[in-house]
């Protein structure tokens, strides 16, 4: 297996249970504490490593969501809580949820240290969000909220490395939703408004994107031996099986 069949292997579950504790009941507990809505604590959350930055640099980070949705999501540095302190609270959620959901993992321990060595070596080259995040001590250094915490922080690389590689391939980030199989749902979720150019030619140019986030991921996976490749892929895999229940269709 090599680092970027490994990357290519593991996007979609890093993916979806990096960001598995945006959407749990208590992280939007969380939000309502601070006086947000679930979308506000989702956005400043995310973005709010950065620090106290316009709304124009947070859409550019977070370039597959639409401008006027990071808009109405992003908490301005004039306004309390600060984004900083949004993402913060987002960051001890992760934790939390690692702890509540992660710790009966078998072999968590050894994920977290592999999950570590990856986030690690990863090539932080223009994805500044990554670099941000990474930049923060964790809050909590238990296995399973480490391993959350890794997660997220990988979830972020494959966003940014796909960002990147959509943007090389010459379609726009609305183009490279629609391309999906779920493209209009995907294109709503992100705070597009319809109506939609055609999908179809798109397609091909996705695809290119998607293999060569692979290869900008990939780059990470090399700090891993090809059966340390393998270990961590079946150590995912058997994490996302294991999850299912806490994981929202």
Request: net charge negative.
């Amino acid at each position: 297996m090599t680092p970027e069949q490994a990357a290519a292997a593991n996007r979609a579950l890093v993916l979806r249970v990096g960001g598995a504790f945006a959407e749990c009941p208590q992280t939007l507990r969380r939000a309502r504490l601070l006086g947000l809505t679930g979308w506000q604590f989702q956005i400043t959350g995310r973005a709010g490593a950065l620090g106290e930055v316009g709304v124009e640099a947070v859409t550019a980070v977070l370039g597959f969501l639409a401008p006027e949705a990071v808009a109405d999501g992003w908490q301005p540095a004039h306004r309390e809580p600060r984004p900083e302190e949004v993402a913060m609270a987002s960051y001890l959620e992760c934790c939390r949820w690692g702890n509540a959901h992660l710790a009966g993992l078998p072999q968590v321990e050894r994920l977290a240290e592999l999950t570590g060595r990856l986030v690690s070596a990863a090539d932080a080259t223009g994805m500044p969000l990554f670099a941000a995040w990474r930049a923060r001590p964790i809050p909590d250094d238990t296995p399973a909220a480490l391993l959350a915490a890794h997660l997220h922080l990988l979830r972020e690389y494959f966003i940014e490395a796909n960002l990147l590689a959509v943007r090389a391939s010459g379609i726009s980030p609305l183009g490279a939703l629609l391309a999906r199989p779920d493209g209009e749902a995907e294109a709503v979720a992100a705070g597009w408004a319809p109506p939609y150019p055609p999908a179809g030619p798109l397609v091909r140019q996705r695809l290119w994107a998607e293999a060569v986030t692979d290869r900008l991921a990939g780059s990470a996976f090399g700090v891993l031996d090809v059966a340390e490749r393998r270990e961590v892929t079946e150590l995912l895999a058997e994490a996302h099986e294991g999850l299912r229940t806490a994981l929202r269709p």
